[in-house]
T-cell receptor, first 116, second 114 residues
Framework: DTGVSQNPRHKITKRGQNVTFRCDPI?????LYWYRQTLGQGPEFLTY????????KSRLLSDRFSAERPKGSFSTLEIQRTEQGDSAMYLC??????????????FGAGSRLTVL | KNQVEQSPQSLIILEGKNCTLQ??????????LRWYKQDTGRGPVSLTI?????NTKSNGRYTATLDADTKQSSLHITASQLSDSASYIC?????????????FGTGTQLKVEL
């Protein structure tokens, strides 16, 4: 297991097109998170899964965004009808659920989206 | 409002020098505090994680401190190397009814030069 894997690493698309990112977490991790990060800012939470259940979605996740984790393993994040404001780095992280909350997130390298 | 503020926003130091990055938070109720290192174009990598009862934790040349009373943390880098050039992000975890949540700082951009 080589950590959290994301692809594609970079996606350039035209406004209005749909894009999909994939995240393969560390195999034994049951939690999977999606974050968005713009230049000079810290990551902003989008959503997270525990196994296949999507437990929380941020208000940042508009109707154009949808995330799935159908078998509790890999996850996809789809953005429909992309807008220039969607340009950002999309980070995936995974962790083991810890009873006291001290679960360390392991991040992937990110998928950078550029919307022209 | 739960916030994490980091200072300085950016920092340039010479190789071999030490530096200290600051993190102040208003997050409550506090669970733990983490420091992450993020290289340009890469995902963040965990450096340290500290709970309420821990005052200091080291990871090689990185030493983090935590003062839960004043809600301040620092990350000290000793004998800096060119590879230390990165963004350092302070992340505070807090309890909610639905579990733990994370609040990220905007990071300190460190550049180490020859």
């Amino acid at each position: 297991d080589t950590g959290v894997s994301q692809n594609p690493r970079h996606k350039i698309t035209k406004r209005g097109q749909n894009v999909t990112f994939r995240c393969d977490p560390i195999s034994e991790h049951n939690r999977l998170y999606w974050y968005r990060q713009t230049l000079g800012q810290g990551p902003e939470f989008l959503t997270y899964f525990q196994n296949e259940a999507q437990l929380e979605k941020s208000r940042l996740l508009s109707d154009r965004f949808s995330a799935e984790r159908p078998k509790g393993s890999f996850s996809t994040l789809e953005i429909q009808r992309t807008e220039q404001g969607d340009s950002a780095m999309y980070l995936c992280a995974s962790s083991l659920r810890a009873a006291l909350g001290a679960n360390v997130l392991t991040f992937g390298a990110g998928s950078r989206l550029t919307v022209l | 409002k739960n916030q994490v503020e980091q200072s300085p926003q950016s920092l340039i130091i010479l190789e071999g020098k030490n530096c200290t990055l600051q993190c102040n938070y208003t997050v409550s109720p506090f669970s733990n505090l983490r420091w992450y290192k993020q290289d340009t174009g890469r995902g963040p990598v965990s450096l340290t994680i500290m709970t309420f009862s821990e005052n200091t934790k080291s990871n090689g040349r990185y030493t983090a401190t935590l003062d839960a009373d004043t809600k301040q943390s620092s990350l000290h880098i000793t004998a800096s190397q060119l590879s230390d050039s990165a963004s350092y992000i302070c992340v505070v975890s807090y309890y909610t009814g639905g579990g733990n949540k994370l609040t990220f700082g905007t990071g300190t951009q460190l550049k180490v030069e020859l």
